[in-house]
């Protein structure tokens, strides 16, 4: 462990990757008032251009990253692509995302076959922040959609996850590492404004947690892609659901 200008000069190509990662950061801030507005001054499909963008950038960054990572010496296990070493830690991780996985197909069943839960869905989703830039609306967009949670899944578990915990803990104890990566994340999703940061603390948390443990970034990557998919599951079904959920409202008042 060293302090941060301590390696910045011998560690070249690790500087490149974190300017890519900051730049990839600042632009997402800067866009993000022009990109709201252009959705909301749009007809159907508007999110596809957005869609397009995101799964366009978070594989080129994702990629270059990684071959800087490579370039500097070190391997892919060592930014958490492999299994991981195993033992109690890891079958926990493993353990904590095999329960989320089944949390999350109860939430879809129960919103399927139950207006009461899709009802308190759509309070939650009220209450979740401004997510105009990520929810789905039209079929295309829904089928769009879950490319977009696949590569949420995969790069950006490796960038927030790997990567940066990686680079963290070059200057920081590792628990301190996990905790700059963490927020950097949350801070990631600022467009959902602060009740959408909030609301995905938990899940930032217990994909720390799971990468922390088992040392390997499969569990994240699969927790990760389900949660976006069962959100975007979720979406799909309260829309569905919507005109009739309305109509029987009255009935039941």
Same mark, same amino acid.
């Given at each position: 462990?060293s302090?941060i200008?301590?390696?910045?000069?011998?560690?070249?190509?690790?500087?490149?990757?974190?300017?890519?990662?900051?730049?990839?950061?600042?632009?997402?801030?800067w866009?993000?008032?022009?990109?709201?507005?252009?959705?909301?001054?749009?007809g159907?499909?508007?999110?596809?251009?957005v869609?397009n963008s995101?799964?366009?950038?978070l594989?080129?960054?994702?990629?270059?990253?990684?071959?800087?990572?490579?370039?500097?010496?070190?391997?892919?296990?060592?930014?958490g %692509?492999?299994? +991981?070493?195993?033992?109690?830690?890891?079958? *926990?991780a493993?353990?904590i995302? @095999?329960?989320? =996985? &089944?949390? #999350?197909?109860?939430?879809?069943?129960?919103?399927?076959?139950?207006?009461?839960?899709?009802?308190?869905?759509?309070r939650?989703?009220a209450?979740?922040?401004d997510?105009?830039?990520?929810?789905?609306?039209?079929?295309?967009?829904?089928?769009r959609?879950?490319w977009?949670?696949?590569?949420?899944?995969?790069?950006?578990?490796? %960038?927030?996850? +790997?990567?940066?915990?990686?680079?963290?803990a *070059?200057?920081?104890?590792?628990? @301190?590492a996990? =905790? &700059?990566? #963490?927020?950097?994340?949350?801070?990631?999703?600022?467009y959902?404004?602060?009740?959408?940061?909030?609301?995905?603390?938990?899940?930032?948390i217990?994909?720390?947690?799971?990468?922390?443990?088992?040392?390997?970034?499969?569990p994240g990557i699969?927790?990760?892609?389900f949660?976006?998919?069962?959100?975007?599951?979720?979406?799909?079904?309260?829309?569905?659901?919507?005109a009739?959920?309305?109509?029987?409202?009255?009935a039941?008042?």
């Amino acid at each position: 462990m060293s302090a941060i200008y301590d390696w910045i000069p011998t560690e070249p190509y690790l500087a490149a990757a974190l300017v890519g990662m900051a730049v990839f950061l600042v632009l997402g801030w800067w866009r993000e008032p022009r990109i709201k507005a252009r959705i909301r001054a749009g007809g159907e499909d508007a999110r596809l251009p957005v869609y397009n963008s995101v799964m366009l950038h978070l594989w080129a960054l994702s990629g270059l990253v990684l071959a800087l990572w490579l370039l500097s010496g070190r391997n892919l296990a060592d930014i958490g %692509l492999q299994a +991981g070493p195993g033992g109690w830690p890891g079958w *926990l991780a493993w353990g904590i995302t @095999a329960a989320g =996985i &089944a949390y #999350l197909i109860f939430s879809l069943v129960s919103a399927s076959l139950s207006r009461k839960s899709r009802i308190d869905l759509r309070r939650q989703i009220a209450e979740s922040g401004d997510l105009d830039m990520i929810r789905p609306e039209s079929a295309a967009e829904f089928r769009r959609f879950n490319w977009v949670a696949v590569t949420a899944g995969v790069t950006e578990e490796i %960038l927030f996850r +790997g990567f940066l915990i990686a680079i963290f803990a *070059l200057f920081l104890p590792l628990w @301190a590492a996990a =905790i &700059a990566a #963490l927020a950097l994340f949350v801070l990631g999703h600022s467009y959902q404004g602060p009740a959408g940061m909030l609301r995905i603390l938990p899940i930032s948390i217990i994909l720390t947690m799971t990468y922390v443990l088992s040392g390997s970034l499969w569990p994240g990557i699969i927790l990760h892609a389900f949660v976006d998919l069962a959100g975007g599951g979720l979406f799909q079904i309260t829309a569905k659901f919507d005109a009739a959920d309305r109509e029987a409202e009255p009935a039941e008042a």
